[in-house]
C-alpha cells in the first residue's frame, strides 16, 4: 500500500519515507512545514545535508481512491536536521519554506525615491531572484512616494510593514511548478481548488468515521475600538488640516487615534483610516474548524454546509490553516522525537473569517526607529559649485548607510534644515554645497522623515576653527565671505570681510592705530534716509582727515551748508582755481579777510549786492580790476576804513553817487590823482576831513559856484601862470592872514565888484589886476609893483 503522504526533492539521493509533518499557513505570512523523514542509515551514505538547504523540494497528500488532484506544498529547503539513528535507519527533520521566506536572512539600509509601493516590492522581490513569473499582482493604483526608507531590516520585515500599511496582503498558490506568490488589495477571494462545499459533520471522541469534512466550527467575537483617527502634518501646506476618520464598529469602545502616519492630502489620510478600520474589522468575528478536509489554503474561500445553525452555512475565507499529517506506523521508536500531536493521517485546523469582510493583514511588522542621528553628504545632481536646493530651500542628501549609489543626485528626495531661527519674513539659512557632511535626524524617529540637523567637519570640509585659531569665532560662506569676531583677551576684535575688491569692515583691537576701519579697493556709498552725523573727539579730542584722490563733490538739494571753527581757523587750499557759485549771494565774515587775485577778475552782479563786514578787510589787487555794478550799490562801514592804492586810480560814476562818511576818513594818494566830476557834486563832511596829496593832483569842477573858506593859512604857489575865471560872484573869505605869492605876472580878472576881506593887513604885491570896484574893509590895502585899472568912474575906493 502506498504512502498517503510523500516527499521530494532533487537534492536527496536516497529514498526518504514521510513519518509525520505539522505546518502553519496564514494570509500575509510565509508557511512553514516542518517534515519528519526516515532515510536508510546503512553502507555509504554520501548525501551532503548542507547542499540540501536551499534546493527546491515538495510535500504530496494524495489519497490513492480519491479522483481529485493531489495536494500539494512547494518550496525550498530552509534547514535540513538529522535528529537520530536507530536500526539502520535515520530521522531528518526537513523544514520546508516559500522563496519569499529567503528575504528573512538579509539585513539593508537604503533609500528608494520616486517610486510606488509595488514598484519597490517588486524590486526587491527581483533582487532575490523571485521574478515577474512568480508573482501575480491584483493591487489597484498607488501613489509615487518621494522616499521610503530601508533601515537596518530584512527585505522581508521591509516590504511586510509597507504591505500592511498600504492595506496589501498575500498568499501562495502551489502548482507542480512551484509555488507562486500572489498580492491583493481587494475582496475579490479565489476559492479553494475542489470548489466543492464542506460539509460539517460533528464527531466526539475517537469517532473518525467522517470523511473529508469539519468535524467542529466555531464562532470567536471580539471587542473593537469605536473609530480611528489619523493626524498628520505637511510643511508644504502648514495650515491645511491633514485627517482621516473612519468608524470601525457601533458597538465598540474606545477610540485609536494616531499621529504621523505619513499622509499629504485629506484623501490620502481617509484612505489609510479606512485600512486600518478594516484591519480591526477582519478580526471581529473568527471561525474555528478542524477536519480532514484536503486542498483548504489560505487566502481561499470555501463554503460551509450541513451546519444546524443556518447562518453559518456561508462562505468564508481562510486566513490561517494549521496541518497535521501521521505516518508513523511502523516507527514507533520515532514516534516520541517527532512529537506529534494527532493520530489522524491528516488533521487541518482552519481559522476564517466571513467572505464578505476585507480581510486586511494584521500590522505586526515593527517600523524600525532612529532614535539618534546618521550622517550624510549633501548630494546634487549637478557639479556646480553652489548650493542645489529646491525652492522650499531643501537639499538632496546621500545617506552613509545607503547602499546604493547613484551618481544622478537620486540617492534621497529632498530634506529640509532645521535652522536656529526663522518666521514669517524672517530666517537663518547658510546654504550647504554638494559634499558637505551633515548629520540627520528623525522626525518621531521615522526613517521616511529625515531632517538636516547640523553640519560636522571633516578632512576634506574641515573646521574654520581650529588649535591654531581657537580664540577666534568663525562664520564663513563658500565664496570667503567672513565674519569673525576675536575674544582673545585684550585683542577683542570684529571683522567682516569680503574678497571682492578687498572689502573689509574692522572694529575693535586697533589696526594702524585704527579701532575701526571700512575699507574697499572698489566704489563706495553711504545712503541715509534722515540725519547722518559724524562725532570726532568727544573722548578728548581727536582729528578728521579724508584723503580722496581725485574729485570731491557735496550736492546739497535743499537747505544749507554751514561749516564752523569755533576755536580754530579754517585752511582752504587748491592748487588750481576755486570756485563759488550761489543763486542769491550773503557774506558774513567774523574775522579778518584777505582777498589775493593774482590774474584777471571779473564779477558781474544783476541784483542786489550786499557786503557786510564786521573785522578787518583787506583786499589786495595786483593786476587789473573791473567791477561792473548795474543796479545801486550801497557801501556802509561802521569801523576804520583804510583804502590804499599803490598804482594807478580811475573811478568812473555815470549817475549819481552819494558818499556818506559819519566818522573820520582819511584819504591817501601817493602818485597822481585826477577827479572829474561832468555833473553835480555834493559832498557832506560832518567831521573833521583831512586830504592828503602827496603827487600832483588836478581837481576839475564844472559846476556854478566855488565856496573855498579857510581858518588858518592859506598859502598858494603857483608855477608860471595861473588864470582863474570865476562867474558872476566869487567871494574868498580868509582867516587871520592870506598870503600869496605869485609869480612874474598875475592877472586878475574880475567881475563888476571885488570884495577882499581880510584881517588886519592885506598885501598885493606884483600883481596885476581889473575890477570896477575893490573894496577894503577893517584893514591896510597896500599895493606894491601893482597896475591897477581903476573903474570907468576913475574911482579908487578904500573903505
Excluded at 200 to 214: E, L, N
Excluded at 542 to 566: C, F, L, P, Q
Excluded at 627 to 632: A, D, E, K, L
Aim: aromatic share 10%; glycine share 10%; proline share 4%.
Amino acid at each position: 500500500m502506498s504512502d498517503l503522504i510523500t516527499f521530494s526533492s532533487s537534492i536527496l539521493q536516497v529514498p526518504a519515507r514521510v513519518v509525520g509533518f505539522r505546518g502553519v499557513e496564514a494570509i500575509s505570512r510565509p508557511y512553514r512545514f516542518e517534515i519528519f523523514l526516515s532515510i536508510p542509515s546503512e553502507g555509504e551514505d554520501d548525501t551532503n545535508f548542507a547542499e540540501m538547504v536551499g534546493a527546491r523540494a515538495r510535500l504530496s497528500i494524495d489519497r490513492q481512491d480519491d479522483i481529485n488532484p493531489p495536494y500539494l506544498f512547494t518550496g525550498v529547503l530552509a534547514g535540513i536536521d538529522l535528529l537520530h539513528e536507530f536500526g539502520g535507519r535515520a530521522l531528518l527533520r526537513a523544514v520546508l519554506v516559500p522563496r519569499l521566506w529567503g528575504l528573512t536572512l538579509s539585513k539593508h539600509s537604503r533609500i528608494f525615491t520616486k517610486k510606488s509601493v509595488p514598484d519597490v516590492i517588486q524590486l526587491v522581490l527581483e533582487e532575490n531572484g523571485i521574478t515577474s513569473a512568480d508573482i501575480e499582482l491584483n493591487l489597484g493604483g498607488y501613489e509615487t512616494e518621494e522616499h521610503i526608507c530601508q533601515y537596518r531590516e530584512s527585505d522581508f520585515d521591509f516590504i511586510s510593514r509597507w504591505m500592511e500599511r498600504e492595506g496589501i496582503f498575500y498568499h501562495f498558490e502551489h502548482t507542480e511548478d512551484g509555488e507562486k506568490l500572489i498580492l491583493r488589495d481587494n475582496k475579490s477571494y479565489p476559492a479553494e481548488p475542489l470548489r466543492a462545499p464542506v460539509r460539517y459533520h460533528p464527531q466526539t471522541g475517537q469517532d473518525r468515521s467522517a470523511s473529508a469534512s469539519f468535524r467542529t466550527f466555531s464562532c470567536q467575537h471580539g471587542a473593537l475600538p469605536s473609530r480611528v483617527k489619523l493626524k498628520d502634518y505637511d510643511y508644504v501646506r502648514p495650515q491645511f488640516p491633514l485627517a482621516g476618520t473612519a468608524p470601525v464598529s457601533r458597538y465598540g469602545a474606545g477610540e485609536i487615534s494616531l499621529y504621523g502616519e505619513r499622509f499629504f492630502s485629506a484623501d490620502a489620510g481617509k484612505r489609510l483610516a479606512q485600512l486600518r478600520a478594516e484591519e480591526y474589522l477582519a478580526r471581529e468575528a473568527v471561525y474555528q474548524a478542524t477536519g480532514s478536509r484536503l486542498h483548504l489554503r489560505s487566502g481561499y474561500t470555501f463554503e460551509l454546509e450541513d451546519h444546524p445553525r443556518a447562518r453559518f452555512n456561508a462562505k468564508y475565507l481562510a486566513v490561517e490553516l494549521r496541518h497535521h499529517g501521521n505516518q508513523s506506523a511502523g516507527h514507533a521508536d520515532f514516534e516520541e522525537l517527532v512529537g506529534l500531536e494527532h493520530e489522524e493521517a491528516y488533521l487541518v485546523e482552519v481559522s476564517a473569517i466571513p467572505a464578505a469582510t476585507q480581510f486586511r493583514a494584521e500590522s505586526r511588522t515593527a517600523w524600525p526607529r532612529i532614535y539618534g542621528y546618521e550622517n550624510g553628504t549633501v548630494d546634487g545632481s549637478a557639479s556646480s559649485e553652489y548650493a542645489q536646493i529646491d525652492d522650499h530651500g531643501r537639499y538632496l542628501v546621500k545617506l552613509k548607510f545607503d547602499e546604493a549609489s547613484p551618481r544622478d543626485g537620486s540617492g534621497s528626495t529632498y530634506v529640509r534644515m532645521m535652522q536656529p531661527h526663522g518666521g514669517g519674513v524672517e530666517g537663518f539659512h547658510f546654504p550647504l554645497r554638494r559634499g558637505t557632511e551633515v548629520v540627520l535626524s528623525f522626525l518621531g524617529g521615522d526613517p521616511d522623515r529625515p531632517v538636516i540637523s547640523g553640519v560636522v567637519p571633516n578632512v576634506l570640509t574641515p573646521s574654520p576653527v581650529t588649535s591654531g585659531n581657537h580664540t577666534k569665532n568663525v562664520i564663513q560662506t563658500g565664496g570667503r565671505n567672513r565674519l569673525e569676531l576675536e575674544d582673545q583677551a585684550g585683542a577683542q576684535r570684529i571683522t567682516l570681510s569680503t574678497p571682492y575688491s578687498n572689502t573689509y569692515l574692522r572694529m575693535g583691537a586697533p589696526n594702524d592705530s585704527h579701532e575701526l576701519i571700512a575699507k574697499t579697493d572698489a566704489n563706495s556709498v553711504w545712503d541715509s534716509g534722515s540725519n547722518f552725523d559724524v562725532n570726532v573727539g568727544k573722548q578728548g579730542g581727536g582729528n578728521w582727515s579724508v584723503n580722496v584722490r581725485d574729485h570731491v563733490t557735496m550736492d546739497i538739494e535743499a537747505g544749507n551748508y554751514k561749516a564752523k571753527a569755533n576755536a580754530g581757523g579754517m585752511e582752504f587750499y587748491a592748487a588750481q582755481k576755486v570756485t563759488w557759485e550761489s543763486a542769491g549771494e550773503g557774506k558774513a565774515i567774523l574775522g579778518d579777510k584777505t582777498d589775493l587775485i593774482m590774474g584777471n577778475h571779473t564779477t558781474l552782479r544783476m541784483g542786489e549786492f550786499l557786503v557786510w563786514t564786521g573785522g578787518a578787510v583787506t583786499n589786495a589787487t595786483y593786476g587789473d580790476s573791473t567791477t561792473y555794478t548795474i543796479g545801486n550799490v550801497k557801501s556802509v562801514n561802521y569801523s576804520n576804513t583804510e583804502e590804499i592804492k599803490e598804482g594807478n586810480f580811475r573811478s568812473v560814476v555815470h549817475g549819481n553817487t552819494y558818499d556818506e562818511k559819519t566818522g573820520t576818513f582819511e584819504s591817501h594818494t601817493f602818485g597822481t590823482s585826477k577827479d572829474f566830476k561832468h555833473s553835480d557834486a555834493h559832498t557832506v563832511t560832518d567831521g573833521s576831513t583831512y586830504d592828503h596829496k602827496k603827487g600832483t593832483f588836478t581837481s576839475l569842477t564844472q559846476g556854478a559856484s566855488v565856496d573855498a573858506k579857510l581858518s588858518g593859512a592859506l598859502e598858494f604857489t603857483i608855477g608860471s601862470k595861473l588864470s582863474m575865471s570865476c562867474a558872476v560872484n566869487a567871494e574868498v573869505v580868509m582867516g587871520v592872514k592870506l598870503s600869496t605869492n605869485l609869480a612874474a605876472s598875475v592877472d586878475l580878472k574880475m567881475g563888476p565888484a571885488v570884495t577882499i576881506k581880510n584881517g588886519p593887513e592885506l598885501v598885493i604885491q606884483n600883481i596885476k589886476f581889473e575890477a570896477e570896484t575893490i573894496r577894503v574893509r577893517n584893514g591896510v590895502f597896500t599895493l606894491k609893483n601893482v597896475a591897477a585899472h581903476i573903474n570907468r568912474s576913475g574911482i579908487f575906493m578904500v573903505t
